[in-house]
Nanobody, 127 residues
Framework: QVQLVESGGGSVQAGGSLILSCKASGGTFSRYNIGWFRQAPGKELEFVSAISRSANTYYSDSTKGRFTISRDNDRKMVYLQMDSLTHEDTGVYFC?????????????????????WGQGTQVTVSS
């Protein structure tokens, strides 16, 4: 069983950048697909980005071109570089994991497919 801990959240002005980290422990990290989701106040959880075990990357329409996801299997880490932040990026960011035996990632945005979740880290972007 993998455990996930997010870090790197904080407050930033619009146009700024943040790097979120997701640290995994337990399990064989290289076998997991990892996703980032966020929940803004009063809104539902939404997909942000994902990276497969083979390092294929996926982004939502709202984050494509501004966010970059990467992973370091040796350190059991996934990073989310967030640039050109806007107020609409405010929310609690969660990383999630699902173990897979295939290298592909058929439904990276499907939150119900993920089996392990972190506690979240708050990101606040002031306009």
């Amino acid at each position: 069983q993998v455990q996930l801990v997010e870090s790197g959240g904080g407050s930033v002005q619009a146009g700024g950048s943040l790097i979120l980290s997701c640290k995994a422990s337990g399990g064989t990290f290289s076998r997991y697909n990892i996703g980032w989701f966020r929940q803004a106040p009063g809104k539902e959880l939404e997909f942000v980005s994902a990276i497969s075990r083979s390092a294929n990357t996926y982004y939502s329409d709202s984050t494509k071109g501004r966010f970059t996801i990467s992973r370091d299997n040796d350190r059991k880490m996934v990073y989310l570089q967030m640039d050109s932040l806007t107020h609409e990026d405010t929310g609690v960011y969660f990383c999630a994991a699902v173990q897979t035996i295939i290298t592909g990632f058929t439904r990276p945005a499907s939150m119900s497919d993920y089996t392990h979740w972190g506690q979240g880290t708050q990101v606040t972007v002031s306009s």
